[in-house]
């Protein structure tokens, strides 16, 4: 791969690529990681895809969600197969009642799973209750097991027992990190994206929320329509372009984004320059870009030039 200046202070380039020479926006938010086993990896995945569940962005939904990695079931607490699952939210009241409810639904109803604490460490004000939250289902059968100072519920359920951690640790992780990969058509586009969205997940500590990580619904702030929070990108909409003011270059015809969110500054940094360095590989994309608002939405900024 080569990388270089061009003659123009606003583009980059890398591989023949357009690197536009801006930053990605990001801003401080809540997040944790639950640890999800089962008797096999299909029951835990099952589990943790199932949890993250319209969990794509907090302009809509109460959390941002996403699979993290496997984990072998040499690493779990209880031995079997396990899914590291990240959720983020903005405060820590709004992410402990998103968890408990989802655990609630979506880990203690699935078959033969149980639900642990991933965040080591953490100050007890920083903590989420969540085995401790849900454990009245047990209706009053359940029962509390202590090993060192790690609390655990057993809940009956029909297959067994469920068993979920008491409390949860939590970090301030960053949220929106982007990039934006503009190709001459979808399939080139698409395959880009998929490539970039691999290299991100090569690593832990990330979490791409969007359906397979990606989104095509990209979108600004505010709307014509005052009830709306946000509305379509129009700037990036092909289709559009004779009608706005475009951003596109002229033989773009297919934009896909990717949004990440991680649990540090340097996660987020190294999977987008991962990401971007896998898209500018593929064939057909004509430029990667990244959103922002100015730098007065979020304290990070993610300058693509860093990335080279």
């Not at 939904?61 to 690493?75: G, K, L, M, Q, Y």
């Not at 983020?88 to 149980?114: E, H, M, N, Y």
Request: proline content about 4%.
């Amino acid at each position: 791969m080569t990388s270089e200046i061009s003659a123009s202070p606003q583009m980059l380039r890398l591989n023949d690529v357009e690197i536009v020479d801006t930053f990605a926006e990001a801003f401080p938010i809540k997040a944790t990681r639950l640890v999800i086993t089962a008797i096999n990896e299909r029951w835990a995945m099952t589990a943790a895809s199932v949890l993250c569940g319209n969990a794509t962005s907090v302009i809509a939904c109460d959390v941002e969600a996403a699979i993290e990695r496997t984990i072998p079931a040499s690493e779990t607490p209880d031995g079997r197969p396990g899914v590291a699952v990240l959720v983020f939210a903005f405060t820590l009241d709004g992410l402990a009642k998103s968890v408990q409810g989802r655990v609630g639904q979506c880990i203690l109803t699935c078959p033969t799973t149980a639900c642990y604490n991933g965040i080591e460490g953490c100050p007890k004000e920083k903590r989420i209750r969540v085995g401790g939250a849900i454990r009245y289902f047990g209706d009053g059968f359940q029962k509390a097991k202590k090993l060192d100072d790690r609390r655990y519920w057993r809940i009956p359920v029909m297959d067994g027992e469920f068993v979920c951690e008491d409390w949860f640790g939590t970090i301030t992780g960053v949220a929106g990190g982007n990039l934006l990969i503009c190709g001459t058509n979808v399939t080139a586009a698409l395959l880009a994206t998929e490539s970039a969205v691999d290299a991100m997940r090569t690593a832990a500590d990330i979490a791409l929320p969007f359906p397979g990580g990606m989104v095509r619904s990209g979108s600004k702030v505010g709307s014509k329509y005052a009830k709306l929070k946000a509305s379509t990108n129009d700037a990036y909409c092909p289709t559009l372009r004779g009608v706005t003011k475009s951003e596109l270059p002229k033989a773009c015809n297919a934009v896909y984004e990717i949004v990440i969110d991680g649990l540090s500054f340097e996660a987020v940094q190294s999977a987008m320059k991962r990401g971007l360095h896998a898209a500018a590989a593929m064939p057909d994309i004509l430029r990667i870009t990244a959103g922002n608002y100015g730098g007065k939405l979020g304290k990070h900024h993610f300058h693509l030039r860093d990335l080279l």
